[in-house]
């Protein structure tokens, strides 16, 4: 629909796994640390917010990538 080179589809379809991978991770990592524990941990807390800030940070970069390649190709599209 917009025309992207099989370079830009790669960065994409990278991207696009990063993403959903840590978000596995995360899952994994809550998941453990509520088997583990079920009160309340200082380092149990950070375990959880270390993990679900590398998902935020991942669809961040993804969300900022998305936008170099896509922004322009919306724009020519608009033109």
């Known amino acids: ?5 099989p370079m830009e589809w790669c960065i994409c379809l990278l991207l696009f796994g ?3 991978s840590l978000e596995l991770v995360n899952t994994a990592v809550e ?7 079920e009160e309340y941990h200082p380092l ?3 375990a959880k917010d270390t993990a679900a800030g590398a998902v935020l940070i991942a669809a961040i970069m993804a969300a900022i990538a998305g936008c170099i390649i896509f922004l322009p ?7």
């Open 1 to 5: 629909f917009v025309g992207l080179t």
């Open 18 to 20: 990063m993403v959903i």
């Open 31 to 37: 998941a453990v640390v509520d088997m583990v524990t």
């Open 44 to 46: 149990a807390k950070v």
């Open 73 to 79: 190709k919306i724009a020519q599209i608009l033109q």
